[in-house]
């Protein structure tokens, strides 16, 4: 069954908004990553929030991580035409699991200018 | 910009013909693993490999097999590719130690 499962499949907004993408996932992890897909291309990494950390930030990307509910969230400040892509959570188990993810359905942004 | 890179981008090819997809890593990374992406966009694991000379099969089963000889190379073949085969392929490396994983451009199959 799946591990990530992202609320909402679809996100339309105009420039200059927040965009807010959630993740849910089923076992314990050790960490929780999210990744970033333009059309057609590879995955790229954007932040990376370990299993004891509550909330990270980098650049315009604030990821908060709630471990009881098992549920994480993604919020894009100030979003930019650029940012429209697909987002993807990915959690690592850890253990015997390390360094195995397992990917959510994703999330597609689109940004209107 | 990641150093890891997949070849080819694009394959459309006839029922029954035998598939190799190439994918080179320049960063030294002991990781490296192979993902299938459906048109729903989710990403499953077929093959990881911790090294040269490891390789395990993933999380969704596949025809496919994998290679591990060197560090840098991780080959995925098909010996007789079917239309349930056309799909993207994602292939990914990291360091052991880091969660963070860096991907290659995808090679998309199609398979007639």
């Known amino acids: 069954s799946q591990q990530g499962e992202e609320d909402p499949q679809a996100l339309s907004i105009q420039e200059g908004e927040n965009a807010t993408m959630n993740c849910s996932y089923k076992?314990?992890?050790?960490?929780l990553q999210w990744y970033r897909q333009n059309s057609g291309r590879g995955l790229v990494h954007l932040i990376l929030?370990?299993?004891?950390?509550r909330e990270k930030h980098s650049g315009r990307l604030r990821v908060t991580l709630d471990t009881s509910k098992k549920s994480s969230s993604l919020l894009i400040t100030a979003s930019r035409a650029a940012d429209t892509a697909s987002y993807f959570c990915a959690t690592n188990a850890g253990g015997t699991s390390y360094g195995k993810l397992t990917f959510g359905q994703g999330t597609i942004l689109t940004v209107h200018p | 910009e990641a150093d890891i890179y997949q070849t080819p981008r694009y394959l459309v090819i006839g029922t029954g013909k035998k598939i190799t997809l190439e994918c080179s890593q320049t960063?030294?990374?002991?990781?490296m693993y192979w993902y299938q992406q459906d048109p729903g966009m989710e990403l499953h694991l077929i093959h990881y490999?911790?090294?040269?000379?490891?390789?395990e099969k993933g999380d969704l089963s596949s025809e496919s097999t994998v290679s591990r000889i060197r560090t840098e190379h991780f080959p995925l073949t098909l010996e007789s590719a079917r239309p349930s085969h056309t799909s993207q392929y994602l292939c990914a490396s990291g360091r052991v130690g880091a969660g963070e994983l860096f991907f290659g451009e995808g090679s998309r199959l199609t398979v007639l």
């Open positions: 960063m030294g990374h002991d990781k």
């Open positions: 929030i370990r299993s004891n950390e």
């Open positions: 490999s911790y090294g040269v000379n490891s390789t």
């Open positions: 076992t314990s992890i050790n960490n």
